[in-house]
């Protein structure tokens, strides 16, 4: 008992402590998520309801669960934008040092079957939670705000519910749950642990309903929540803003186990990337998969998080979306999974021994590399600062707007929350299976007549707008005006009627 709180404590402070050198005035909505969470909170604050109210006709959100942005409801309803904005952000940097405090805690305890292996040192889970957690993709999820570090501190309480002697059943499914609120994929969570209880555990099968209860309550709530509003919706928006069920449709079986091959490419960079090598990347990098998987095929006998993450990362691997942010949530449940592997492997197989040190030194290398190098520069806020930068420059013309305006812009949820005027994405694009399609021009013109569009804002080349304004200038001449051009290719457009 003296070991293990003091554990815990001391993992959550100090990835606090770092946690706090990401705060910034950057502008929320940089990353396109953050906005929309924004805009809800700033919605259910003022008590609109869950509505998207930068989109003419305020239509009901139904691609996000509500939780994060319950959650960051009293700081949008109370406070102005900035000091909202700022508020929230130091909550994300409390909940990531909250959640890696739990999961530091729960590795390092005695009474539970080890995750990592028996006879290892007590302080070699907390130092592997503790780096995967101020690593700095991981920081950059919680330097805006993302819905990732309450996502992190649900998922460890369910697990930690889940593996208890005795087991806290419906404790473990409230939580996972609330997860599911959070993010739908955690679903995973709420199926792993029934699994784990059925199978690792043989528990008997009420202890497993009172996992599934809770996590079939939230989960039916949020799909007739999304059946019930979903129409609502703009078709040309679907994967932006519609359900699960807009995107099905579209990519259809024929995206399933796209975003496989995809899956080891995130931690791949992040550990290996120093190995400039081809060859000797990808040969390091597959054997470094071997050893993951082998700890996570470990992990499932002594936690739940093993089937958890088993069936988290079977998602990501049908999903048409890069896995990424997916990824990071979970990177210290990962890491411990690795190493479990990697222990394994050198007690069974001495033969292996010096490879699997050898293997385990080359992450370690890469890992500090990365972590030494974008400390000192910054990198977890340099993609945010540079698009922050670019709107402070272009919002004063939005704002000079007639309020009745509505402008077709990137990143428009962060346009509507500093000018108020009323917003919708400008490029458009579909999926037919694995391809993403582009709006023809006479269609992409009947969307922005649909939304009742006045002005288009192009923020600058490269994002697919120029390529699709393009095309509209070129199809239709004389229908959008040049209103006024800043450097860089950014330029503001009247449509003229």
Known sequence: MKFRVPVGIAVAVIVGLVGLITLNDTLVGVFYDDGLYAGLARALGTGQGYVHLHLPGAPAAVHYPPLYPVLLAPLFGALPLNAAVLAAKILNVLLAAAAAGLVAWHAARSEIKSILGEGLPRWLAPVI??????????????AVLFSEPLFAVLFAAAIIAADRDPPRPVLAGTFAALALLTRSIAVAAGAGIVVYFLLVRRAPRRLA???????????FGWWLWVTTHGQGIDPALALNYGGLGDVMSQTGLAAFGASLLDLPRPLGALTLSWLGVPIVYKVVGLAALAVGLY????????????????GYLAILAVW???ADRFLWVVLPWLALA????????????????????ALAASIVVGYGINEVRGLARGWWGTTARGISANFRELLPAIAALPDSAVVATDDEALVWLYTGRKAVPFYLWSRRGREVVEPTPPEHRAYLERQGVTHVLLTGRGSGSDRELDALLGTYRGWLVVARVWPGGRALLRISR
Do not use: C, D, H, K
């Not at 939670?129 to 919680?142: D, F, H, K, M, N």
């Not at 309903?209 to 989960?219: E, S, T, W």
């Not at 690795?338 to 040190?357: C, D, E, K, M, S």
């Open 129 to 142: 939670v503790g780096a995967a957690a101020i690593s700095i993709p991981v920081l950059a999820t919680q």
């Open 209 to 219: 309903l009172g996992v599934a209860g809770p996590v079939a309550v939230a989960a």
């Open 295 to 310: 700890g996570l095929a470990l992990v499932t006998r002594r936690s739940a998080a093993g089937w958890s993450l088993i």
């Open 320 to 322: 048409p979306y890069p």
């Open 338 to 357: 690795w190493t479990a592997g990697a222990v394994a492997l050198a007690r069974r197989q001495p033969r292996l021994r010096v490879a699997v040190l």
